[in-house]
């Protein structure tokens, strides 16, 4: 069945660091992509998503490219800061159902 | 804010006792879904209504339903709780539910322990 695969956390960095979070999916037909976040205390945001090959979405500075050859759609942001902090969950929708299958979830750390 | 609205924030309760969790999704939404964020077992898909009919089925426990009102709110029911049924249920709402590319929108969460 489909499923999604995050690298293992937590990521530690220090702020205005280079961060990646790899995410790879296995999936049937064309699945949407997306990446949310969760803060602390909070529920999940819709941080980016991509709905075919080759897209990228992005925002707030944060960048993820749809890679099909790859099945990945690792997550990027050049300048990482204190208030990044938070779990990033990847998701792909299923084609059939439209329900989100999530990866495991990355937790961020980001020191001053 | 999301626009999706979840009551009550916080729920504790004791094993066996049932309760009912509530959503309202964003004006303009007509589908749910419920989803359970749990430790062991991450975020899991429960169950999708779209305008008022039952759309999707995921893992959902035969003591858990659920069902969607004609204002589009939604409610899940939890019965016969179990200590393993301490999680967070989140509740997203779609504008359509039927395709792919539609986002979902997360509301806050309910987070239900179980003593």
């Known amino acids: 069945g489909n499923s999604v695969t995050q690298m293992e956390g937590p990521v530690t960095l220090s702020e205005e660091a280079f961060l990646t979070i790899n995410c790879t999916y296995t999936a049937t037909g064309y699945p949407s992509l997306f990446w949310y976040v969760q803060y602390p205390g909070e529920g999940l945001q819709l941080l980016l998503k991509?709905?075919?090959?080759?897209d990228k979405g992005s925002n707030k500075g944060f960048e993820a490219t749809y890679r099909k050859e790859t099945t990945s759609f690792h997550l990027e942001k050049g300048s990482v800061q204190v208030s990044d902090s938070a779990v990033y969950f990847c998701a792909l929708s299923d084609s059939s159902s439209y329900k989100l299958i999530f990866g495991s979830g990355t937790r961020l750390l980001v020191r001053p | 804010d999301s626009g999706v609205t979840q009551t009550p924030k916080h729920l504790i309760t004791a094993t066996g006792q049932r309760v009912t969790l509530r959503c309202s999704p964003r004006?303009?939404?007509?589908?749910v879904y419920w989803y359970q964020q749990s430790l062991d077992q991450g975020l899991q898909f429960l169950i999708q209504y779209y305008n008022g009919e039952e759309r999707a089925k995921g893992n959902i426990l035969e003591r858990f339903s659920a069902q969607q009102f004609p204002d589009l709110h939604s409610e899940l029911n939890l019965s016969s709780l179990e200590l393993g049924d301490s999680a967070l249920y989140f509740c997203?709402?779609?504008?359509?539910?039927?395709?792919?590319?539609?986002?979902?929108?997360f509301g806050p969460g309910t987070r239900l322990t179980v003593l």
């Open positions: 997203a709402s779609s504008v359509l539910g039927s395709r792919s590319t539609d986002t979902q929108y």
């Open positions: 004006s303009g939404d007509l589908s």
């Open positions: 991509a709905t075919k090959a080759d």
